[in-house]
């Protein structure tokens, strides 16, 4: 299985500061068709979770501007580019390139 | 609006079965594959399988593979995942969520259910 290794694990942040967190894989992620299947998912708590990124950059419809996803090979990075309230919640990476798709282990963002 | 609705919690007893449902419309599971993902606190989420409706074909992690069965019905929209022994450590919240079997270009969908809590004690 592919095996997505999230860090840090816990990230306090300040309203209105940047975050970012980190997404590596213990290998590629280019599927057969030249994409990589590499998306991000919030999870606030008490919801199902929620895709914001896909394709590695792609910003779903309705998700704030201020989250945007990045990377290439086997590193990618989701960033908050002015952290609010409602971004409490657990964040994980996920990949749909191979089966079984598999998600990081959460990183779990707190406001400080 | 809600795109999948999923069947209520369960309280059941180790041993016994169970079969959990999804239900969602044309749009959520023709040409769709349908996953469940597990969800213990503190563990994280794991994706359990996939199936798509239109033609019955699953997948299922190594890891849920023989502990748990998906199956769907196109006609009504529906796939379910069923345990037929149940055991504590499957005591879970479990999503099923959509998206396109063709992912390949552009934007595609990406939704979930409310969640089925099941909880397993003696």
């Known amino acids: 299985d592919v095996v997505l290794t999230q860090s840090p694990v816990s990230l306090p942040v300040i309203v209105g500061q940047p975050a970012s967190i980190f997404c590596r894989s213990n290998?590629?992620?280019?599927?057969?068709?030249?994409?990589?299947?590499l998306n991000w998912f919030q999870q606030r708590p008490g919801q199902s979770p929620r895709r914001l990124i896909y394709?590695?950059?792609s910003r779903d419809s309705g998700v704030p501007d201020r989250f945007s996803g990045s990377g290439s090979g086997t590193y990618f990075t989701l960033k908050i580019s002015r952290v609010e309230a409602e971004d409490v919640g657990i964040y994980y990476c996920?990949?749909?390139?191979?089966?079984?798709?598999?998600f990081g282990q959460g990183t779990k963002v707190e406001i400080k | 609006e809600v795109q999948l609705v999923q069947s209520g919690a369960e309280v059941k007893k180790p041993g016994e079965s169970l079969k959990i449902s999804c239900q969602g419309s044309?749009?959520?599971?023709?040409?769709?594959?349908i996953a469940w993902v597990r969800h213990v606190p503190d563990k994280g989420l794991e994706w359990m399988g996939i199936?798509?409706?239109?033609?019955?074909?699953?997948q299922y992690s190594p890891s849920f593979h023989g502990r748990v069965t998906i199956s769907a019905d196109k006609s009504i929209n529906s796939a379910y995942l069923q345990w037929s022994t149940l055991e504590a450590s499957d005591t879970a919240m479990y999503y099923c969520?959509?998206?396109?079997?063709?992912?390949?270009?552009?934007?595609?969908?990406?939704?979930w259910g409310q969640g089925t809590l099941v909880t397993v004690s003696s």
């Open positions: 969520s959509s998206r396109p079997r063709d992912v390949s270009v552009g934007p595609y969908f990406d939704f």
């Open positions: 044309a749009y959520t599971f023709s040409n769709s594959w």
């Open positions: 199936i798509a409706p239109d033609d019955s074909d699953t």
């Open positions: 290998e590629g992620l280019v599927f057969s068709d030249g994409n990589i299947y």
């Open positions: 394709k590695v950059s």
């Open positions: 996920s990949q749909g390139t191979r089966w079984p798709w598999t």
